[in-house]
C-alpha cells in the first residue's frame, strides 16, 4: 500500500510540474527559436549536415523546427536552390551521410547540388565512416562534389545493396498462430513474411530486379560523377573495403584528412568568408510571379483528419487533411498548377479513393497536376497518383505495386493452447459479420465473399490507372500483379512520363500552366502546417498572439543586449540604494 501511495504521489507531482512548469519551459524554447536573429555576413559558406536521415516533407509537428535541425528534403532542395543565386553564398561544405539515406533521396541531392555548381560555386564534402557499413546512396549524392574528402582512420565501404526478410510462416505455426491473406496478384508480397518459410520465385524476382535496378543507376551516376568508367566503377565497389590510401588511387575521393582540415579547404575556396549553419541561413525572399500550389502527403494513406499531435509520431496522409488541401489548391484562383507530392509505401483503399477523387475535381476546376514521387510511392501511393496530368518519379523510386492485399492473423488456438482461454460470439446480423474475427479462420462462405472483395478492388485499381494513364486493362495488368517498379522501369512501362525530382515536378507544372521558363513564381504549400504559437494557445486555452506577445517579450528579454542595460540599471538602482541608506535621518 505504501508503495502504492508513493507511485500515485509522484504521478500528481509529475502532472503538476508539467500543467504548471511546462508551458514555461515551451515558451523559453519559442523565444530561443523565434528570438533576433544576427545579419548574415555579405560573404559566407554553408555548413550542410547529413548525417541524419531525411524525411520527405517537413514534419506536421509544429514543434520540429524547436530542435534546429534540417531534416526535411523538400526544405534542404529549396534552401540549395535559393542559395544557388544568392550572391553571398560562395559554396558548401557538407558533412556527407554515410548510412540510412534513400537512392531516390540520393539521385535529388545530387542534381541539386550539380546546379549549385553549375552556377560557378564549390562544394566541398567530407566522409567520415565509424566502422559501420558507408551507404552507397550518400557517397553518390556527393561524388560530384569539387573535392571528396574521407577520413584517414576511415575505410572507403559502400559496397552495395542488400535485402534481408525474415519470414515468420513457420515460426506462426509453431506457436499455433495462422495468417489467411488474400493477394492479387503473385507480385503483391506485402504478407509473404507471415505466410512464408522463404522467398517464392515472384518475391526473389521482383526483389532481385529492384535491386539490380537501383545499384546500376548509381554505378553510372558516380562514374559520371568522378570521371571513370562504370566496368572501373563496379569494380572498385565490388573490391571494397578498402583504405582511404586506396580509395584515392581509384579516384573515389580526392584528399584524406579530418572534418576540420575539409572545413578550412572549403574556406579557403571563399576568402573572406564565414562558415554559416546551414539552417541559420536565410534565403532570400521573391514576391511576385505566379502561384503554384504544392500539395504535400508523406507516410501511410489513413482514413480520417489530420493528427494534431504536437509531440510527434509518424507522419501519415490523412485522407481528409490531403484531399481537402487539393480541393483548396483547386479553388485558389491564384493558383496557376499543382504539384502533388506523394511519398508513401500505401494504405487504406478507402483513404486513397478520398484522396484521388479530390484530384480529378481539381482537374475538373481547370488546374493543371503534376504528381512528384519522393523515395516511394507504391500501392496506395501510385492510386493517389494516377489521374494526374503528368508523373514524375526519380530513377530509383519505388512505385507501383498496382494490387491489392488484405487478411487477418488468427490467434485464437494460440490463446487456447497456453491460456485455456475460450472465446464465445453472439451474433445478430449478417451471417458474415463474424468474418474478422482473429478467434478463428475464414469459413468457406467467409472466405469466397472476401475473395470477392479482393477481386473488385484489384479490378477498380487496374480500371482506375487504365482510365488515368490512357491505356487498356490488359495492358495496365501486364505491368501490375502487385508487382514494385524503380522509376526507370516505371517509365519504360508507361507508368511515369519523366525521370527527375521535386524541380522537374515545379518545371513541368510551369509548362503545362504556360509560365515562361524564366518568369519568376511562387510556391504556395498545403495543407499549411499549424504554427507553434497557435499550438500552444490550443494546447493551453490561449490566443496565438497572446503566445507570441509572450515570446517576443521574453526573446528582448533574453537578448544580450537588453541584459547589460538591465544590469546598468540594477548597478544604478543598487548604488542610488546607497546613497539613500549613507544619508538616512533617523
Avoid: C
Avoid at 26 to 55: K, Y
Avoid at 112 to 118: I, M, N, T, V, Y
Avoid at 254 to 265: F, K, L, W
Avoid at 559 to 582: F, L, S, T
Amino acid at each position: 500500500m505504501k508503495q502504492f501511495l508513493i507511485t500515485v504521489a509522484g504521478v500528481l507531482t509529475g502532472l503538476v510540474l508539467f500543467l504548471f512548469i511546462g508551458p514555461f519551459l515551451l515558451i523559453g524554447m519559442l523565444a530561443a527559436s523565434f528570438g533576433g536573429q544576427p545579419a548574415q555576413p555579405a560573404h559566407m559558406v554553408l555548413a550542410l549536415d547529413l548525417r541524419e536521415p531525411l524525411t520527405d516533407q517537413r514534419p506536421a509537428n509544429p514543434f520540429a523546427s524547436l530542435s534546429g535541425t534540417s531534416s526535411a528534403l523538400l526544405d534542404v532542395l529549396a534552401k540549395i536552390d535559393a542559395a544557388r543565386t544568392d550572391n553571398a553564398v560562395e559554396g558548401i561544405y557538407i558533412r556527407a551521410n554515410t548510412g540510412g539515406m534513400q537512392a531516390a533521396q540520393a539521385e535529388e541531392l545530387r542534381a541539386a547540388l550539380a546546379a549549385f555548381r553549375e552556377s560557378g560555386k564549390f562544394v566541398v564534402a567530407h566522409l567520415q565512416n565509424d566502422g559501420v557499413r558507408m551507404g552507397m546512396p550518400g557517397y553518390m549524392a556527393i561524388a560530384d562534389s569539387d573535392e571528396v574528402w574521407l577520413q584517414e582512420t576511415s575505410e572507403f565501404q559502400p559496397m552495395g545493396l542488400s535485402a534481408e526478410v525474415t519470414f515468420f510462416g513457420q515460426t506462426l505455426q509453431r506457436y499455433h498462430l495462422q495468417a489467411q491473406f488474400e493477394q492479387r496478384e503473385d507480385y503483391k508480397t506485402y504478407p509473404n513474411s507471415l505466410t512464408q518459410r522463404t522467398f517464392t520465385p515472384a518475391h526473389r524476382e521482383e526483389i532481385t530486379s529492384l535491386m539490380n535496378g537501383i545499384y546500376g543507376n548509381m554505378i553510372t551516376n558516380i562514374a559520371a560523377d568522378r570521371g571513370i568508367t562504370p566496368d572501373a566503377t563496379r569494380a572498385a565497389v565490388e573490391a571494397t573495403p578498402f583504405t582511404a590510401q586506396r580509395a584515392r588511387e581509384l579516384s573515389l575521393i580526392d584528399q584524406i584528412g579530418r572534418p576540420e582540415e575539409a572545413e578550412r579547404a572549403a574556406l579557403a575556396r571563399a576568402e573572406n568568408s564565414e562558415l554559416v549553419d546551414f539552417d541559420d541561413y536565410r534565403a532570400p525572399t521573391h514576391s511576385g510571379g505566379r502561384v503554384i500550389a504544392v500539395v504535400q502527403g508523406e507516410g501511410a494513406i489513413v482514413s480520417g483528419p489530420e493528427s494534431h499531435d504536437v509531440f510527434g509520431g509518424e507522419s501519415a496522409m490523412n485522407s481528409d487533411a490531403i484531399a481537402q488541401a487539393l480541393l483548396d489548391a483547386s479553388e485558389d484562383e491564384d493558383v496557376a498548377a499543382i504539384v502533388f507530392r506523394v511519398s508513401s509505401p500505401g494504405g487504406s483503399v478507402v483513404a486513397s479513393d478520398q484522396i484521388l477523387a479530390a484530384l480529378r475535381t481539381a482537374k475538373e476546376r481547370g488546374k493543371h497536376i503534376v504528381v512528384s514521387m519522393g523515395d516511394v510511392a507504391a500501392s496506395g501511393g501510385y492510386y493517389v497518383s494516377a489521374y494526374a496530368d503528368e508523373i514524375i518519379a526519380s530513377p530509383s523510386t519505388i512505385t507501383g505495386s498496382i494490387g491489392v492485399v488484405g487478411g487477418k492473423l488468427i490467434i485464437g488456438p494460440a490463446m487456447d493452447y497456453y491460456l485455456s482461454s475460450n472465446t464465445e460470439t453472439i451474433t445478430v446480423g449478417s451471417p458474415m459479420v463474424e468474418m474478422f474475427t482473429t478467434q478463428r479462420g475464414f469459413n468457406q462462405a467467409e472466405r469466397a465473399a472476401f475473395a470477392g472483395f479482393i477481386d473488385r478492388a484489384y479490378q477498380q485499381f487496374l480500371g482506375l490507372v487504365a482510365d488515368g494513364r490512357g491505356m487498356t486493362p490488359e495492358q495496365v495488368r501486364a505491368v501490375a500483379q502487385g508487382r514494385v517498379w524503380t522509376g526507370q522501369q516505371a517509365l519504360e512501362r508507361g507508368l511515369v512520363d519523366h525521370l527527375g525530382g521535386f524541380s522537374v515536378a515545379v518545371a513541368r507544372a510551369r509548362a503545362l500552366a504556360g509560365i515562361e521558363e524564366n518568369a519568376r513564381v511562387q510556391l504556395r504549400y498545403y495543407p499549411t502546417v499549424e504554427s507553434p504559437f497557435e499550438a500552444f494557445g490550443r494546447m493551453f486555452g490561449a490566443s496565438s498572439e497572446s503566445v507570441e506577445a509572450l515570446v517576443r517579450i521574453n526573446a528582448a528579454l533574453s537578448d544580450p543586449r537588453m541584459q547589460r542595460v538591465m544590469a546598468a540599471m540594477r548597478e544604478e538602482d543598487a548604488g542610488a540604494r546607497a546613497q539613500a541608506d549613507h544619508f538616512t535621518v533617523e
